[in-house]
Nanobody, 120 residues
């Protein structure tokens, strides 16, 4: 059974960068779409970005132009490169299986996530 593990979070100053990784085990990522979601205290869970099996991508308006999602099927990993980070990007980031054709609606179980904190 496919399991996803997030990593790469940390504390960064505004304007800084981080790269998150979503690494799969138990099965291959080659044939699935993956999305990144974030949760912040007091806020609704937000879909950040998703990538289809074929590499098509989609982004939330709030991160477009700053974040880049990519996949390396050979490494069974999906990445989220986050540049020009803002305090409002703070939250716990999760990667999940998504249905790319249905607005990247997520399904499957949530992992531990990785914490991103943007603060001066």
């Amino acid at each position: 059974q496919l399991q996803l593990v997030e990593s790469g979070g940390g504390l960064v100053h505004p304007g800084g960068s981080l790269r998150l990784s979503c690494t799969a085990s138990g099965s291959t990522l080659n044939y699935v779409a993956i999305g990144w979601f974030r949760q912040a205290p007091g806020k609704v869970t937000e879909g950040v970005s998703c990538i289809s099996r074929g590499g098509s991508t989609d982004y939330a308006v709030s991160v477009k132009g700053r974040f880049t999602i990519s996949r390396d099927n050979a490494k069974n990993t999906v990445y989220l490169q986050m540049n020009s980070l803002k305090p409002e990007d703070t939250g716990t980031y999760f990667c999940l299986l998504v249905d790319y054709g249905r607005n990247c609606r997520h399904f499957g179980s949530w992992g531990q996530g990785t914490q991103v904190t943007v603060s001066s």
